[in-house]
């Protein structure tokens, strides 16, 4: 029985896809790529359930470009011919799964929810249809699919898997290189892992009234999330801040939408949130058939009043 | 656009292939949440979200540099009707790929099709297509049709350069922009920031009809339709189903200040603060 191949640009995302193939019962490889010394990558990923490890290390693969990346990931392919390749969701993953598959002639299901084996290839759930619809995918046979991120807890513990180098990897001529990089500002606030995120919507009339939410924001130990056209529309907050289809997925404990309408574009980014709290004063709005705990009211008053009973009640 | 070494710098124009899905409007769908279904009868159509920033870019890049844009759309004989928009956008002409073995193909079966459809069209310099459409929004097709014709792949652009033989692309990245150079020919996926599309004119619209409308199919293309399509799909789409939801909806009404108490409390009984 063959096994299966993981590969993600991040570490941490690389162990939620070694949990998932231990899950689907299968041996699972992980590829570590780069231009330098590859040892740390090698060790973090180096878990249960990890049986081989293998490395390539090539000038070729300092920017991760699509390029060599995907020659990189056909050579390990080849050798070890997986039945499965995985990829995490970022946008290097989803960039490098659909042209390995071109080249490997094998089906690609990106944004793979619930995979599971089937006779002969893999079973998930997707998305479509702006959130509107969930369609199941099957694939004929090997396949490679991207998992969305978080959708496994990450494997741990301490293991000593085989570690092969591959000194013999020849990427193809390329002609495309990188001119520069100018990383985002790695504020304080990232959505993607907050455990309580409180967003702002467009029932919200100015950027200044932001403020109040920000207070309740402080006393929940939240981050302020935000609808599209809160980020892209009007700026009023950054785009790393939207919730959302074109945005960021969110799984938080307590996801509270405040002025939000619930849009499906809106909803298939924090439909996994453990708890929806929304705050609207049209009691016809959709987000209220998404939330466990709703007020039908005007945001303006009843924001601060929140943020002041939780305050005295927490203690802060 | 290679330059013939010695020769004085010659200006060929600069060829752009766009290409865009036809795509059911999934803001107007109707939902029927007690069956489980989705009404596809009377829905509308539209040219796929973001392609549309595609063909903007096409056109802007145009408006630049000079060129010529071929728009390309691979889809049902309905989709004459978004192709049409796409020529009053600022397209120059296009070409429709209709066939019946086409359909209900997987991505890499349209990316192959594709790769067909821009042979035959011969020359280009830049290939421009979206990151992901709206309604199955597989993201393959792009990095698939690079890989098939064997092109260097600038994803999720921001920002398009050209200058002479040289593109520049802005890539926006999970954490922050790359900016990539490489030689033309290229293939480069648009993202939605990139730009905001016209509405084209009335003029524009009337003046498109009189623009080349190519209609092509398996058989012009040489396609055999045992490799493309239903027939030859690795990835099958098994069923659609509605996202349910298992949600509480305990609705607090009333005064701000009694609502905004309930509320704090069922969060301090939920544990979802502290
Ligand atoms: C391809 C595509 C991708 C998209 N991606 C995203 C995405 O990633 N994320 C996203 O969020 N959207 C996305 N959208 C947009 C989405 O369709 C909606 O337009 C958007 O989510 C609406 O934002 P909103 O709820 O803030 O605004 P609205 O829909 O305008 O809702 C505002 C709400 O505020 C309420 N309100 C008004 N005043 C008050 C008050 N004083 N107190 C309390 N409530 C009040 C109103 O009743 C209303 O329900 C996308 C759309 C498309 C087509
Ligand atoms: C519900 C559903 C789920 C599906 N899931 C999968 C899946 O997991 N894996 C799979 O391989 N196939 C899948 N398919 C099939 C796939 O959607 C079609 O093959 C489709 O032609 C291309 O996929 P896309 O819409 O996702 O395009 P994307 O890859 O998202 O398109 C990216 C860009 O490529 C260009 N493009 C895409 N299609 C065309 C076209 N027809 N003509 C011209 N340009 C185009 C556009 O510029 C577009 O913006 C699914 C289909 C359905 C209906």
């Known amino acids: 029985m063959a096994g299966v191949l993981v590969y993600s640009d991040s570490s941490d995302s690389a162990l939620e896809l070694v949990t998932l193939g231990s899950k689907l019962g299968r041996e699972v490889s992980v590829v570590v790529l780069g231009s330098e010394d590859l040892s740390d990558q090698t060790k973090k990923v180096s878990v249960n359930g990890v049986s081989t490890v293998y490395q390539i290390s090539s000038d070729a693969l300092s920017n991760l470009l699509a390029g060599p990346t995907v020659d990189a990931l056909e050579s390990v392919y080849s050798r070890v011919s997986p039945d499965y390749m995985f990829f995490s969701s970022t946008k290097k993953g989803k960039e490098l799964a659909p042209r390995l598959a071109a080249r490997l002639k094998i089906g690609c299901i990106t944004d793979a929810m619930k995979p599971e084996l089937n006779e002969n290839g893999i079973t998930a759930e997707r998305l479509v249809l702006g959130g509107n619809a969930i369609a199941t995918v099957a694939s004929r046979g090997p396949a490679v699919a991207t998992i969305p991120l978080r959708a496994f807890e990450r494997a741990s513990g301490n293991a000593s898997p085989n570690v092969i180098k591959i000194e013999d990897f020849q990427p193809r001529p390329t002609r495309t290189i990188v001119l520069g990089r100018k990383e985002k500002q790695k504020g304080q606030v990232n959505i993607k892992d907050a455990e309580i995120i409180v967003s702002a919507g467009r029932g919200f009339k100015k950027k200044e009234d932001l403020a109040i939410l920000e207070e309740l924001a402080k006393v929940l130990n939240a981050v302020v999330g935000a609808s599209r056209p809160l980020t892209s529309d009007l700026g009023w907050l950054p785009e790393d801040r939207q919730v959302g289809l074109s945005g960021t997925t969110v799984k938080p404990k307590l996801y509270i939408a405040v002025g939000i309408s619930g849009q499906i574009q809106h909803l298939t980014g924090m439909r996994e949130s453990k708890l929806v709290v929304a705050i609207n004063t049209d009691k016809n709005a959709p987000i209220f058939q998404e939330c466990d705990y709703g007020i039908v009211g005007d945001l303006y008053a009843i924001i601060p009043e929140l943020t002041k009973d939780l305050k005295l009640q927490l203690g802060r | ?274």
């Not at chain 2, 540099?65 to 192709?83: L, R």
């Not at chain 2, 600038?154 to 033989?165: D, P, Q, R, V």
């Not at chain 2, 619209?205 to 690795?234: C, F, R, Y």
């Not at chain 2, 098994?238 to 509480?248: E, G, I, M, T």
């Open chain 2, 1 to 274: 656009m290679t330059q013939q070494p010695g020769t004085k710098e010659k200006k060929n124009p600069l060829e752009i292939i766009v290409c865009f899905k036809h795509v059911i409007d999934e803001t107007e769908l109707r939902i029927d949440r007690a069956n489980n279904k989705i009404n596809f009868e009377g829905a509308k159509t539209k040219i796929s979200d973001d392609d549309k920033n595609a063909i903007e870019e096409a056109v802007r890049i145009k408006e630049k540099n000079g060129g010529i844009i071929t728009v390309v759309c691979v889809g049902p004989a309905d989709a004459k009707k978004s192709t049409k928009e796409a020529l009053a956008m600022g397209c120059d002409r296009a070409r429709l790929i209709v066939d019946p073995s086409f359909q209900d193909g997987d991505a890499l079966s349209t990316a192959y099709i594709l790769s067909q459809v821009v042979k035959k069209i011969g020359k280009f310099d830049l290939i421009l297509t979206s990151t992901g459409t709206t309604d199955s929004y597989t993201g393959i097709v792009g990095p698939a049709l690079a890989e098939y014709l064997d092109l260097p792949q600038l994803t999720y652009a921001s920002k398009i350069t050209i200058s002479g033989n040289k593109l520049t692309v802005d890539r926006a990245l999970d954490d922050g922009i790359e900016t990539v150079e490489c030689e033309i020919p290229a293939l480069v996926t648009v993202s939605r920031e990139i730009n905001q599309p016209r509405f084209p004119t009335l003029i524009q619209i009337m003046s498109a009809g009189k623009k080349e409308l190519l209609e092509w199919n398996a058989q012009t293309l040489g396609i055999n339709p045992s490799v493309v399509g239903k027939a030859d799909s690795k990835v099958e789409v098994k069923s659609l189903s509605v996202p349910k939801s298992a949600r509480k909806k305990v609705i607090f009404e009333g005064k701000p200040e009694d609502a905004a108490k309930q509320l704090a409390e069922a969060l301090l009984k939920e544990g979802a603060v502290k």
